[in-house]
Every structure is written in structure tokens, then in C-alpha cells.
């Protein structure tokens, strides 16, 4: 079992919808989350970063972390057409030193 | 503009060439990273450096090398290349004390 399991997609929605996304995780020791937006052909570009468990908001953007569950989430409201990217989740263990382990990335497309 | 940046963004390399991929910082970060990118993998850690003259081995190291040349710079070597080579590679940097880690715009590389 992957540490860190995503559902790849692709997930389609209409703009103007509220969008979900997920992942879950398996290993106990993660303390710092991360959500991650890649454009195609581009580098990772970071949404949101949060420690431990609650919620963070920025702007439309808002994560969830939910240690007890192992369960993290990103909600993206009045969903925009540029928001048609492939989202990653990523978290570590707060050593420092071993970097990040990723979520293989949910495709999403915003239908205007 | 600060950030990563990453040389060359294009290589098409036969098989059993060398080359190295080249990666610098200009936030003074401590840590540096390398990551390969592939469909339906996600991204996965090859080496990574906490600090100027160190290196340590990721989930995937086997056929590269690495070099932490100073605090800016930390280069992936690929010494005899091989299809299975064939990725996108990133290089990432980590703000001390949290939020989050800064990636390049990366280099696709194909080995025929």
C-alpha cells in the first residue's frame, strides 16, 4: 500500500461549482500537510500548507486536515476554468531533511 | 526573480550517455531536493541534501549521482543513461521553519 493514496481523475465540473478533492495517508508520523497546483509542462506551485490537524483558508481555497481519519482535503469554491490543473497532495514527517511524499495527483477540469 | 532554476529544460540523450542536470537557489535555503516525475507515479524523491556538503539517497537513487557544489547549487548526474531514465525531473528548495518547498519548472528528459 502507497503511503499516500490520491484518486487521479479526471474529476470534470461545471465553473462556479465547489470542488473536493482528497487523499488519504497511512503513515502516522506526517505532521505538515501541503496541496500543490501543476499546470501542464509547469513546476509544483504551492496552494496551501498546514500543520497538524484543522483548517486553513485562502481566498476560495480551504484545507482540511483530519489526522485522527488520516484524511485530507482541499475545497476550491466558485470554481474558475484556470483553475483546470492537476492537484497534488504532499505531506512530511516536520524532520526536515527527507522531503515530501506526494499524492500521484487528481486531474481537474472546469468546464466554462 | 527569486526562486529555483533549473538547466537544461529539454535533453534527448542516447542510451548510455552521461549527463548532469543542473539546479540553483537564490532564497538561501539549507535544503535541496531532486524528484523524478512520471505518469501514474507521482513525484518521487531520488536524493536530497540538507545542507552544503551533505547528500542522502531518496526512494528512487539507483543510476544517479548528486553534488551539493555550495549552499546555491546541487546538480543530478546521470553516468550511464537508460531508457527507464526517461522523466520529468524537478529540483526543490524548503523555507526553513516551515511553508512549504519551492520547485523549479523542470527538465523533461527522453533516453532512446
Known amino acids: 500500500q502507497k503511503e499516500v493514496e490520491q484518486d487521479p481523475g479526471p474529476l470534470s465540473v461545471p465553473e462556479g461549482a465547489i470542488v473536493s478533492l482528497n487523499c488519504t495517508y497511512s503513515n502516522s508520523a506526517f505532521q505538515y500537510f501541503m496541496w500543490y497546483r501543476q499546470y501542464s509542462r509547469k513546476g509544483p506551485e504551492l496552494l496551501m500548507y498546514?500543520?497538524?490537524?484543522g483548517n486553513k483558508e485562502d481566498g476560495r481555497f480551504t484545507a482540511q486536515v483530519d489526522k485522527s481519519s488520516k484524511y485530507i482535503s482541499l475545497f476550491i469554491r466558485d470554481s474558475q476554468p484556470s483553475d483546470s490543473a492537476t492537484y497534488l497532495c504532499?505531506?512530511?514527517?516536520?524532520?526536515?531533511?527527507?522531503?515530501?511524499?506526494f499524492g500521484k495527483g487528481t486531474h481537474l477540469i472546469i468546464q466554462p | 526573480n527569486a526562486g529555483v532554476t533549473q538547466t537544461p529544460k529539454f535533453q534527448v540523450l542516447k542510451t548510455g550517455q552521461s549527463m548532469t542536470l543542473q539546479c540553483a537557489q537564490d532564497?538561501?535555503?539549507?535544503?535541496m531536493y531532486w524528484y523524478r516525475q512520471d505518469p501514474g507515479m507521482g513525484l518521487r524523491l531520488i536524493y536530497y541534501s540538507a545542507s552544503e556538503g551533505t547528500t542522502d539517497k531518496g526512494e528512487v537513487p539507483n543510476g544517479y549521482n548528486v553534488s551539493r557544489l555550495n549552499k546555491r547549487e546541487f546538480s543530478l548526474r546521470l553516468e550511464s543513461a537508460a531508457p527507464s531514465q526517461t522523466s520529468v525531473y524537478f529540483c526543490?528548495?524548503?523555507?526553513?521553519?516551515?511553508?512549504?518547498?519551492?520547485f523549479g519548472s523542470g527538465t523533461r528528459l527522453t533516453v532512446v
Open positions: 532564497m538561501n535555503h539549507n535544503s
Open positions: 498546514t500543520y497538524s490537524s
Open positions: 504532499a505531506m512530511e514527517t516536520g524532520g526536515g531533511a527527507d522531503g515530501l511524499t
Open positions: 526543490a528548495s524548503k523555507t526553513p521553519g516551515g511553508n512549504g518547498y519551492t
